[in-house]
């Protein structure tokens, strides 16, 4: 399709359209039927070729024809239906993107992230159908001024074929829309937990002017589970978040040592209770405890005294299904109440958990000690 220059009688100066100048008497350019019919059918055969039923109401057909077209073309392997994009990954070793706060007298902070990680996160080709996946690398990024005393929630998605990092305010409890994005710079809403196009990657808290922002960051991984294999003796912790609503823990000894015991138990006592449950060949049932220990004492996986003994355990816990609490909250719930028994407010059900490096803030994961293991084996899920 062209201008039509074969047309004397259209009218055009240097072979464009020109309007109608009535002060040098200038005649307007004309629209021959056959052009003007010809690019209307030149578009309405793009968006048949996008499936779509032509629409002289809407004005947005076009660009949609044109996502689909390309979706099945040379990236057709690469397009899926939206729900069945993976979920954001960020490529470090603990699926974490380092954010850091700076603190400004005259509003709430700022937060910034650097350069040079991965993330992989999905990208609409078709509006609200049809997605696929992309991986970029961050450039150095930094907010702008936060409110004082607010709730943000930093997120990523791909807008306009890049990579783009905006802050959202909300809170922990926010639905994901119906588009699966946020808004950019949105007074609220932005809590939601990572869809396959709009990643969160940390709940940003901000207190008076002056102070630094607190930053907890969330994980991000195609499957939140984890698996690992430790030996020896030392500590390993285990991933949480704010938006998790609910954990399962498998430790299993598969390999014992033959002249010593293995151990697994919480980093530190102080929480009276876990619905506690193993199997061992010298117990004729498994071990289970729902409502508490005898004394406060360090939550145990398995430590049974018994050498060449294989062990499985496992432990989950949950979230407060009356206050909406995200399993994150609840613990820091329980340490604000001191509460001395597992069910004394039906906040967590059958891990114990109470004493920690750093009791006012889980981010750094739940520390599990392990003493002489041989190949032992840790699976962990988190359920959001």
């Known amino acids: ?123 609409e080709v078709v509006s609200g159908r049809l997605g696929r996946s992309r991986t970029f690398m961050t450039t150095a990024w930094s907010s702008a001024d936060l409110l004082p005393s607010a709730s943000y929630f930093l997120r990523a998605q791909v807008i306009g074929d890049a990579l783009t990092f905006y802050m959202q305010r909300g809170s922990l409890y926010d639905p994901a829309p119906e588009s699966m994005k946020g808004t ?13 196009l709009d990643m969160c990657l940390a709940w940003v808290i901000t207190g008076a002017p002056g102070s630094l922002p607190t930053i907890r960051t969330i994980y991000n991984r195609a499957q939140l589970s984890w698996t690992q294999t430790v030996n020896g003796t030392g500590v390993v912790y285990l991933p949480l978040d704010p938006h998790a609503r609910a954990a399962r823990l498998v430790a299993g000894n598969p390999t014992p040592v033959s002249n010593t015991v293995t151990s697994l138990a919480f980093v530190q006592a102080g929480w009276v209770g876990g619905n506690y449950s193993y199997l061992s060949p010298v117990a004729t049932t498994p071990g289970n405890n729902a409502a508490g220990w005898a ?44 509460a001395t028994t597992a069910d004394s407010d039906e906040l967590l059900l059958s891990m114990g958990i109470k004493g920690h490096q750093a009791l006012t803030d889980y981010s750094v994961g739940i520390g599990i000690n392990f003493t002489n293991a041989v190949n032992v084996h840790l699976s962990w899920e988190l359920i959001r």
């Open 1 to 123: 399709m062209d201008y039509p220059k074969s047309v004397p009688s259209a009218g055009l100066v240097n072979g464009k359209f020109v309007d109608e100048n009535p002060l040098t008497g200038t005649p307007g350019s004309l629209i021959p039927a056959d052009w003007g019919n010809g690019v209307t059918q030149e578009i309405v055969n793009v968006i048949k070729a996008g499936d779509l039923t032509p629409d002289e109401t809407r004005n947005d057909q076009l660009l949609a024809a044109i996502q689909s077209v390309t979706a099945k073309g040379w990236n057709q392997d690469l397009a899926l239906p939206i729900a069945a994009l993976p979920l954001p990954t960020i490529a470090t070793p603990d699926a974490r993107m380092a954010v850091t706060p700076t603190a400004l007298s005259t509003s709430g902070g700022r937060v910034s992230i650097p350069a040079g990680v991965y993330i992989s996160i999905g990208q």
């Open 295 to 338: 004394s406060p004492s360090m939550c145990v996986l398995f430590s049974n005294n018994v050498v060449s003994d294989v062990t499985v355990s496992t432990v989950t816990a949950s979230f407060d299904h009356t206050q909406l609490r995200s399993l994150w909250q609840c613990y820091q719930a329980e340490h604000t109440l001191g």
């Open 184 to 196: 950019v710079n949105g007074a609220s809403g932005g809590g939601f937990a990572s869809t396959p």
